[in-house]
């Protein structure tokens, strides 16, 4: 996986799609506390109620320090996760980090950022705040590099925190420029007849921006005065003790409830069953997961996409900050959503629904993987990645185990290739634990499983895996399972260093039809591991024989993930022929393939063979800045070369040859030059020459 970027910046910071209003005072204070030439400490907690407007303010004071961290300033969204155990998942997926290792997450990340300078803005912290405090304590003494700016609704609690309480709007400016703003989209317009009005609705609402946003939007259908006399009447006792949880919280807090459960009473019946059933989405959804999830009862399929609209025009829901097809609720109007869905006795049967929309995408992702859609199935599973693992999460933890033991084996096949490999090891682990009965689910959730410990190269673990994937294939009949725990077999042997071994196994797999699903994959998989094997042990030209039998099966499939792969096989042959201009173009190929699916170790290794290529055409400068956009990329696998002496030697190598070429201070400055790109724009200029 990649490193996004803003305007040629490493970073992941979603574009604003809303006009700011007020917190000049707060942005000013953010940006000395934040500017690494002025603020001394180096965790700053940005504090206060639910919808104060913490994660907007955090978001912009970062986009305005952005410059001064060059290498990014970086969105961890923890609101979606449904476990504190998983904070350090989301901030190596936020990071784009491709961990191939099993330590600890700290010490991936903190391994990636020794040298660095960043900004990490944890949003939402008060579900998690033991696990963040951690976190915290774990990174900030050895990367001193590192910043932390917290949203959350109480303070980590650390020495050296900074803290800014975060007020409501002021409501005689703030509060009413916000209301003025956002009833605008009414046709309301505010002037000094109807200022004295508006600013009393501001003030029973606290100056809450979230209350006051969703206020405003009703002048759609009520009239101001109508607006301020409803926020004056005393809600329903029912709508009290969901707004209110008996008195729970702050007073400002359960403003915020009482404002958000008026707007609920505004709401029509399905409206409110809608939002209800909503808040089982964990990161987003698209209309046809809302349709298949929420439909039931009273409330048809075919009402759901003009409900959807009705409650995105009172900002109750609101479009993705990036994909203009895909929703989100904000974290305190789904936590209220919950509370309707828990009072409703509902909450079991809707988490059902969601797991099993969530196991019926998993599975036919996993029978397609094989094919054209491989690519469009890579991304709908990094868009769906939050509600996956929630979706896994419940199938978990239900008595009968056999779903989630499915489940397991589709969503980890498919996280296993798109880079989850710790969330795919999590959720195999658990699944398998159980000791489940024999059956095809068992047998393709243990080749998922020691194929995760194959790419971690965790070569112990993976031994034991492939074992019991031998075992199960075997015990099954299904030659083409034999195939795919062959790959295993042979994948630990070559990698142990026991090539001859491994070519014995690999070659000796019988060619049967490959199939469109993950076992097809699989064989495709045994074949490239074969082709690699013969590299490694320098015979170049059967190398390339069984690489260009995978290109050609992998063109017939329509599939990428295999193909790339073979691609830079091929390539490496080319050199070693001679055949320098072959070897470039496949070396790009197989880069242009590995950047479809995201693949940061294929990509990585991609860029080591095209830097090759083109210090061997004579353009040195032109190759140490590849090796720099290698060295960054490597850098997010947390294995330079793969910890392989043989990848490393012949990098190394290279890396002579170019200084030999162009000179020790023009290598530096040209190496520098790339290692300063940033992921997407380095494979743009290693891909197309520009």
Not at 77 to 95: K, M, Q
Not at 381 to 410: F, K, Q, S, Y
Not at 417 to 435: E, I, K, N, P, V
Not at 545 to 569: N, T
Request: hydrophobic share 45%; glycine share 10%.
């Amino acid at each position: 996986m990649s490193d996004e970027t803003t305007g040629g910046r490493p970073g992941n910071l979603p574009p604003e799609t809303r006009s700011f209003v007020g917190r000049r005072d707060e942005l000013d204070w953010l940006g000395r506390e934040l500017d690494p030439a002025v603020g001394i400490d180096r965790l700053v907690s940005l504090v206060g109620v639910g919808g104060v407007g913490k994660t907007r303010l955090a978001l912009r004071a970062a986009g305005r320090v952005r410059d001064a961290y060059p290498d990014g300033v970086w969105l961890v969204e923890l609101s979606p996760l449904h476990s504190a155990s998983l904070v350090g998942l989301a901030v190596v997926e936020a990071l784009r980090l491709a961990d191939q290792s099993t330590g600890p997450v700290t010490e991936v990340v903190a391994e990636w950022a020794a040298s660095k300078r960043l900004l990490m803005v944890l949003d939402s912290c008060e579900h998690v705040l033991a696990d963040c405090v951690a976190f915290a304590e774990a990174l900030l003494p050895i990367l001193p590099g590192l910043r932390i700016l917290v949203t959350s609704r109480e303070q980590l609690g650390l020495p050296g925190e900074r803290v800014l309480y975060l007020d409501p709007l002021p409501v005689a400016g703030d509060a009413v420029a916000l209301f003025a703003e956002r009833a605008a989209a009414t046709g309301f317009t505010l002037d000094a007849t109807n200022r004295a009005v508006v600013e009393a609705v501001c003030r029973r609402l606290d100056g809450i921006p979230l209350a006051i946003e969703l206020a405003a939007v009703r002048l759609a259908e009520l009239s101001l005065e109508q607006l301020h006399g409803r926020l004056g009447e005393r809600l329903p006792s029912r709508l009290d003790l969901l707004a209110a949880r008996d008195g729970e919280g702050p007073p400002r807090h359960q403003t915020l409830r009482t404002a958000i459960g008026w707007s609920h009473e505004l709401c029509a019946p399905l409206e409110r069953l809608l939002w209800a059933r909503l808040s089982v989405f964990a990161g987003g959804f698209c209309v046809r997961a809302a349709e298949e999830v929420c439909a039931g009862g009273p409330l048809p399929a075919g009402r759901i996409a003009g409900l959807l609209a009705r409650l995105v025009e009172q900002s109750i829901v609101r479009r993705h900050r990036t994909d203009p097809a895909r929703f989100r609720l904000l974290d305190t109007v789904r936590e209220f959503g919950a509370d309707w869905l828990r009072a409703l006795g509902e909450e079991r049967a809707v988490r059902l629904r969601h797991r099993d929309h969530y196991r019926r995408l998993a599975r036919e992702g996993c029978a397609e993987w094989n094919t054209g859609r491989q690519v469009s199935w890579c991304e709908r599973t990094l868009t769906e990645h939050a509600n996956l693992r929630a979706a896994m999460d419940c199938a978990l933890t239900e008595p009968d185990g056999r779903v989630a033991l499915e489940m397991a084996a589709d969503v980890g096949f498919l996280w296993r290739h798109c880079g989850y490999l710790r969330d795919a090891q999590h959720c195999l682990d658990l699944a398998l634990a159980t000791d489940p009965a024999p059956g095809p689910d068992r047998t393709r959730a243990l080749w998922a499983r020691g194929a995760v410990a194959l790419l971690q190269g965790d070569l112990e673990v993976a031994a034991d895996w492939t074992v019991r994937c031998t075992d199960a294939a075997r015990e099954q009949g299904d030659p083409v399972a034999m195939v795919a725990a062959a790959y295993l077999t042979g994948g630990q042997l070559a990698l142990s260093g026991k090539l001859s071994e491994a070519i014995d196994v690999l070659s000796g797999t019988p060619r049967l039809p490959v199939q469109p699903d993950g076992f097809g994959a699989a064989q495709l998989q045994v074949r490239v591991a074969l082709a690699f094997t013969y590299m490694l042990r320098g015979d170049h030209e059967a190398a390339r024989a069984v690489a260009e039998e995978v290109r050609a099966a992998s063109v017939a499939c329509g599939e990428s993930w295999a193909g790339a792969f073979a691609d830079g096989i091929v390539a490496q042959a080319d050199l070693a022929r001679g055949d320098v201009r072959a070897a470039v173009g496949n070396a790009r190929t197989a880069l242009a393939g590995h950047g479809l699916l995201h693949n940061t170790v294929g990509a990585a290794m991609a860029l080591d063979v095209l830097a090759a290529g083109v210090v061997a055409a004579g353009d040195g400068h032109r190759a140490a800045r590849l090796l720099g956009i290698g060295e960054r990329v490597w850098e997010l696998t947390g294995r330079a070369q793969m910890n392989s002496p043989d990848l490393i030697a012949t990098r190394r190598a290279h890396e002579l040859r170019v200084r030999e070429e162009i000179g020790d201070a023009e290598y530096e400055k040209a190496y520098e030059e790339g290692l300063a790109m940033p992921y997407e724009e380095g494979l743009d200029y290693a891909t197309h020459g520009h």
